[in-house]
């Protein structure tokens, strides 16, 4: 989920402290997206997991082989995700492939509003 300029400012729109506050912090993580990746906006990652719990009708999931790499080296920690199911190794993890943004946004402001 890209946090887009439009989508900061509808979250700002919502004019509570709790929405300046998030605005303010994802316009930190997307000014840290354009100096190193070159797009405005930011990937939300830890909300999706909230947003999951609340409706998890938003998220596709698929189930696959993830692996963490804890070998010494370049990938150390690195998450290994067997999409196509080369390895042939038993999936264990039910993992979210698309989201229904839109959805994610509505909910996001929805709970926002509730603050003060």
């Keep these: ?25 994802i316009g930190f993580f997307e000014s840290v997206y354009v100096k190193r990746y070159g797009f405005a906006g930011a990937a939300l990652h ?30 150390f920690g690195r998450t290994v995700c067997d999409i196509w199911g080369l390895t042939g190794r038993a999936k264990n993890v039910n993992l979210a492939m698309n989201v229904d943004s839109s959805g994610f946004f509505d909910l996001l402001r929805s709970r926002l509003s509730l603050l003060n």
């Design 46 to 75: 830890d909300p999706c997991t909230i947003a999951f719990l609340l409706r998890p009708q938003l998220f596709q999931m698929k189930p696959m082989r993830v692996d963490v790499d804890t070998s010494m080296g370049l990938n």
């Design 1 to 25: 989920v890209i946090a887009t300029p439009a989508e900061m400012a509808a979250i700002r729109k919502i004019g509570n402290a709790a929405s300046a506050i998030v605005a303010d912090m």
